[in-house]
């Protein structure tokens, strides 16, 4: 008898087990429908080399963990070499991009399409380094996108088109060329409509009117 009630035991042990794997693999691997935080990558290491778009985003991020990684200068921050979070410092003016900081990264860190489109620019500098820009439609009509600080040797082709979550380059290494000497970051401005303008800081907060803050479309 006393070994009937030890299969018994068994048993429920393992249906047990099975509903609480059933619960968290649910959690673990929800689909499209699901709710999950916008914040976290679908990847827990800090430099995903696969999609940057958590589940259901309308844009991908152009980076991996983008908006945490926002921490120094967010878009129409006022910089000057005095008070700047980045020291040293060389530019002044009004920032028109988000910038995404990666100087702690070990590996080469990827840069994404934020959506379908086509690459409009793709050469180096002077302040970036490597920078590209992508045409894109955006609420139904067109602007283009910067990313600067990008490896030289990385950068698309202009005329390639792209899609959303494609790998389109890496960042540079800092503190080089690459970078145009500064830190390992995504410098990303999102133009108010579809024309080629590199600049990274304007003179004039009304001036900040021709781009968009990146962080508002997640
Ligand atoms: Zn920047």
Redesign the pocket.
């Not at 393992?14 to 916008?38: K, M, W």
């Not at 082709?157 to 389109?168: A, F, P, S, W």
């Given at each position: 008898m006393r070994k009937y009630i030890w299969i018994f035991i068994l048993l429920l042990v393992i249906v047990l087990l099975g509903f609480y794997f059933l619960y968290f693999g649910n959690i673990l691997f929800s689909s499209p429908g699901q709710t999950s935080s916008p914040t976290i990558s679908p990847s827990s290491s800090a430099v995903s080399s696969s999609s940057a778009s958590p589940t259901g985003q309308e844009y991908a991020f152009p980076v991996a963990r983008f908006k945490e990684r926002v921490t120094k200068?967010p878009f129409g921050i006022y910089i000057t070499p005095q008070n700047s979070p980045v020291q040293p410092e060389v530019f002044t003016g009004y920032?028109t991009?988000a910038?995404a900081e990666y100087t702690d990264a070990a590996i080469d860190v990827p840069v994404y399409a934020i959506t379908d489109g086509t690459v409009v620019l793709s050469r180096t500098a002077s302040g970036y380094g490597g920078v590209f820009m992508i045409e894109i439609q955006l609420n139904g009509t067109p602007h283009t996108i910067l990313y600067?600080h990008i490896r030289p040797s990385s950068l698309p082709k202009v005329g390639q088109k792209i899609i959303k979550g494609e790998q389109l380059a890496v960042l540079g290494t800092g503190y080089s060329s690459e970078t145009d000497g500064e830190r390992q970051h995504l410098?990303l401005s999102i133009l108010a409509d579809d024309r080629i303008d590199v600049k990274?800081y304007v003179s004039s907060k009304s001036q900040l009117t021709g781009w968009i803050d990146p962080l508002s479309l997640y």
């Amino acid at each position: 008898m006393r070994k009937y009630i030890w299969i018994f035991i068994l048993l429920l042990v393992i249906v047990l087990l099975g509903f609480y794997f059933l619960y968290f693999g649910n959690i673990l691997f929800s689909s499209p429908g699901q709710t999950s935080s916008p914040t976290i990558s679908p990847s827990s290491s800090a430099v995903s080399s696969s999609s940057a778009s958590p589940t259901g985003q309308e844009y991908a991020f152009p980076v991996a963990r983008f908006k945490e990684r926002v921490t120094k200068k967010p878009f129409g921050i006022y910089i000057t070499p005095q008070n700047s979070p980045v020291q040293p410092e060389v530019f002044t003016g009004y920032h028109t991009g988000a910038d995404a900081e990666y100087t702690d990264a070990a590996i080469d860190v990827p840069v994404y399409a934020i959506t379908d489109g086509t690459v409009v620019l793709s050469r180096t500098a002077s302040g970036y380094g490597g920078v590209f820009m992508i045409e894109i439609q955006l609420n139904g009509t067109p602007h283009t996108i910067l990313y600067g600080h990008i490896r030289p040797s990385s950068l698309p082709k202009v005329g390639q088109k792209i899609i959303k979550g494609e790998q389109l380059a890496v960042l540079g290494t800092g503190y080089s060329s690459e970078t145009d000497g500064e830190r390992q970051h995504l410098h990303l401005s999102i133009l108010a409509d579809d024309r080629i303008d590199v600049k990274g800081y304007v003179s004039s907060k009304s001036q900040l009117t021709g781009w968009i803050d990146p962080l508002s479309l997640y």
